[in-house]
């Protein structure tokens, strides 16, 4: 089972960037899933999260009114629409999942990990 994070890349404070997360199984269309970021010499942190059928969502504070996450039709994919972006959200992006229908905010609720993607936002 793989998480395939991608959309990443460098941008200007205040641009938009679109992180995607496809699973390698259907399967996670009945689980909830997550973005988290881990920053330069900080811990993982969660960003945002949604249940399995897209009709709840969290945000960490600093991300709200800015990121969206959102399912695709199938819901088997994942999305993390990110605007008004700034330098401090510069990161390592990863989608995770839970094998459960609820979301969580809680990193070790989360059973699956994809690899990553890094966003670079210059000032």
């Known amino acids: 089972v793989q998480l395939q994070a991608s959309g990443g890349g460098l941008v200007q404070t205040g641009g938009s960037l679109r992180l995607s997360c496809a699973p390698s199984?259907?399967?996670?269309?009945?689980?909830?899933m997550g973005w988290f970021r881990r920053a330069p010499g900080k811990e993982r942190e969660f960003v945002a999260g949604?249940?399995?059928?897209?009709?709840?969502?969290y945000y960490e504070d600093s991300v709200k009114g800015r990121f969206t996450i959102s399912r695709g039709n199938a819901k088997n994919t994942v999305s993390l629409q990110m605007n008004s972006l700034k330098p401090e959200d510069t990161a390592v992006y990863y989608c995770?999942?839970?094998?459960?229908?609820?979301?969580?905010?809680?990193?070790?609720?989360?059973?699956?990990w994809g690899q990553g993607t890094l966003v670079t936002v210059s000032s």
């Open positions: 199984d259907t399967t996670f269309s009945t689980y909830a």
């Open positions: 995770a999942a839970r094998r459960s229908r609820l979301g969580s905010i809680t990193t070790s609720d989360y059973d699956y």
């Open positions: 949604i249940n399995w059928s897209g009709t709840s969502t």
